[in-house]
């Protein structure tokens, strides 16, 4: 793909990975690929905003040729240290080398273990600014969203923000703008990017959106580093944001479970049928075969949780027990849960995912429902009763 114009003078040089299928050690599904922007203002002064990973090099540098020769450089913003925004740094800065780099002083010192580069550090601060000519750039520390070194980069005169890591999505496309792709696709994807990377810091994004705000600088572009540009309605995003942040909910129920011999799945759909004739939407997971980034994207706004395992060695087994050890990490807050599960001559897989409920700090809603070995017709009634009980715990 070539350079993009998104402002006069502005382009995007990014890369467009349409293979990506994993993200973060494995951590995160992408089956709709991703992209690493990064961005060429071109002034009295030319700068670079972030880069890409390092196999997408010589394609990112072939774009910066066609806008302008990289020697002429002036300056590189780097608002994140994370590889796949900065691995083909090293190459760029040997065809720049005297370049400044804009950085947080967190930046600075992981960049230096990450490539070991003598470069011309300039260390900036939230209100710092730099002057290209007819522009300035002003630049916002933004730490913890989502490493310590993260920062925000904000043009005034172009209104528009360069925020890394927020308010961006894994999703290839050959657009470049919001107006230009599914509104569907594109929200279902920044929702999962969300839910998988910045469920845990709502609190320190409510922080920095009003921080913003508070500063009143008009947005009327966005340009993260992954996925589109929202040019067409960027409250859109920040006002998803500020909601998710907040652990805004609705009566949605999602049910993970794992089964040995199948009656933990047939416990399962039958509560799925109680919550149902409650008038309740739901999910249903088993977690052996589901795709876990797209379980929390749905998580992230249900307000009930149901957990479901059979016993094996008086413990649950070990699928669900790696995706409550996840979902421990993102510290959802706000939901209510409910626990269910068959066992043979001992349960124990029960009281133990109730265990890792209480560590999260969840809220349990009712007691938890047991089955020994396949469920009997009455069994099944308990179940449909099960789930009835919990849609009244989340109406």
Request: proline share 5%; aromatic share 12%; charged share 25%.
């Amino acid at each position: 793909m070539n350079a993009v114009e998104i402002k006069k003078d502005i382009f995007w040089v990014g890369a467009v990975d349409w293979n990506l299928r994993t993200f973060h050690g494995h951590t995160y599904s992408t089956n709709r690929g991703s992209t690493y922007n990064s961005y060429l203002i071109k002034d009295e002064k030319t700068v670079l905003i972030d880069a890409v990973l390092g196999a997408f090099s010589r394609d990112f540098i072939e774009k910066i040729k066609s806008v302008v020769p990289p020697e002429k450089i002036d300056y590189i913003v780097v608002n994140h240290v994370e590889p796949d925004h900065t691995q083909a740094l090293p190459e760029i800065m040997m065809l720049c080398p005297k370049a400044k780099i804009y950085c947080t002083q967190k930046c600075k010192e992981g960049l230096f273990r990450y490539y070991y580069g003598d470069w011309d550090f300039q260390i900036i601060k939230t209100g710092d600014e730099l002057k290209l000519g007819r522009r300035t750039l002003k630049f916002i520390e933004a730490p913890m969203i989502h490493w310590p070194d993260s920062m925000f980069t904000y043009c005034p005169q172009e209104e528009l923000l360069l925020p890394n890591d927020a308010f961006g999505q894994h999703y290839a496309t050959s657009q470049r703008f919001d107006d230009e792709v599914s509104e569907c696709e594109l929200m279902d994807e920044a929702q999962k990017y969300y839910g998988n990377i910045l469920w845990p810091l709502g609190t320190v994004i409510l922080k920095k959106i009003e921080e913003i705000q508070k500063m009143n600088i008009p947005v009327k572009m966005i340009a993260p580093s992954h996925g589109i540009i929202w040019r067409k309605d960027p409250l859109k995003i920040i006002n998803a944001y500020i909601s998710w942040a907040k652990n805004t909910v609705k009566p949605k129920v999602v049910i993970v479970y794992e089964t040995m011999w199948g009656s933990t799945e047939k416990m399962a759909k039958k509560i799925v049928d109680g919550l149902l004739e409650s008038g309740i939407e739901v999910k249903l997971f088993d977690v052996a075969i589901s795709d876990r980034s797209e379980i929390i994207k749905e998580m992230l706004e249900a307000k009930g949780f149901i957990f479901g395992s059979s016993t094996h060695d008086n413990d649950m087994l070990p699928g669900i027990a790696g995706f409550l050890e996840f979902l421990k990490g993102l510290k959802p807050k706000n939901r209510v849960t409910a626990v269910f599960g068959s066992f043979g001559w001992a349960g124990g897989a029960a009281k133990e995912i109730e265990g890792v409920l209480k560590e999260a700090g969840l809220e349990i809603a009712q007691e938890s429902l047991g089955l020994v070995y396949a469920p009997d017709p009455a069994d099944l009634n308990r179940c449909f009763d099960f789930g009835k009980a919990f849609a009244s715990k989340i109406k």
